[in-house]
């Protein structure tokens, strides 16, 4: 029990911030924290210690956070996210961190996230959230490297599109 | 002057260690944390799953012991009720064999209510009908009649004292050899009609009237060893019995016919029958005002 304690202080907070901001509803958020820990304590027969645990974690949150989104509404369409990745077209020199002040660089991050559909925001979050590489995303999310290369594209064309208007 | 970025360029940004200019902006975004009420409930759904892993032998093991202390149980009351029996057995001299119904309590206030006038009724005919060297030879299996009937009148002077209880098992195997053995089943009838009072009210309890003369007519013809001419005698001298069917009628009466019914039995010179009556009458109806002529009969 110790130890799993010491397990959960440190992973939820990170756990609860990709939850929060892939729902961008709290009290979805707080459902789905719960249901994750439920799910993870309850398959702990299951789990393999050679894997991360991190990994393992956040693959049963994400499937929940995927469920959810499922259910909710339907997927941004992928022409979507082309029309918008084909107008990035912004100067070198105008980086957002010089133009715009820090809270209104994070407010429009934060709109930027909130705009992504859900496949490229839960990829963007388990990056800079969680901190994964390409092969963690991948492992995560279930699809194959190249995909996750190309979500993360689409949703950083994304989020600086929302730093140039 | 702008220039188209490279996504490849900002991806691998984003892929270093402090994931470029984004990551930067997003690390100073507010971290907010799961509620304490978060915390509390998935640290208690743990420690109730790492409980839950031992607690299965401990259920089992408690399992075991409750059934084994069940089953001692069940054996302790079996054996309890085996040693009444078995006492009672002893003091009756009854054999097993002759118990064959276990007298039922009522449950409701009125079935014990019926019951008691079912029982106090058929007292007051055996009052009437039982000669007193009678009693000892009743079966043990109507226990109300018994109680009721022996302490309730004492023996006339003219009859003999009352037969020894050593005397009772010859009365028993010759009830017993009797191809028409009455007594089991119309003892059974009276312990129905005391349990259900209403339904068995008038069947039941003129057979257990019946069964209980005839009891008491083999009692004092055979278990105490007179003969037939004697027997007689002694049937002539008692007084005559008034008709159970006839006092159970009138139970039914409204109570001013039934005070009328008495009083004609009075004038008749069946003096006997109207006492029986007009005890019967105080019993269900103690609160009537009799008059004088009945008050000086009654005491």
Redesign the interface.
Known sequence: ?LA??ML?RRH??TL??FL?RSLRQRADA?EL??ET??RA??A?ERYRVEAKFTTWLLQIAHNLVIDRFRRSRPQASPEEAEVV?NQ?????D????RVLS?FE??RR??IALEELPEEQRVTFLL???N?L??EEISEVTGVGRETV?SR??YA??R??ARFET | MSKRRNPDEDLQRLLDADAGEFGAIYRRLPHPEPPRRLDRVVLANAARAVRGDRAPPAQRWLLGLGSAAGLVLAAGIAWQVGQQIDAQDAQTGAPRSERTVIPVQPITESARTQKSESVEAAAAMADQELPAEAAPAKPVSAPPLRRKATPAKPAPAAVPPPAPAAQAPPLLEQRAAEPQAAPPTAVSAADAAQAFPEEKDNVSSEAASGAARERRDHAAGKAVGLSAPKAAAEQSRAPAPSSSVKLRQNMHLAPQDWLAEIVRLKNAGRRQEAIENLRLFRRMHPDWQLSDELRRLAE
Do not use: C, H, N, T
């Open positions: 029990m799993f304690e959960y939820r907070g609860y911030r929060l707080d924290f719960q820990w439920s304590i309850a702990r990745f990035l077209d912004a100067p070198d105008e980086r957002p961190d820090e660089q994070r991050l934060q990056r800079m959230e901190g590489g390409l290369k993360l594209r950083l064309a989020v600086r």
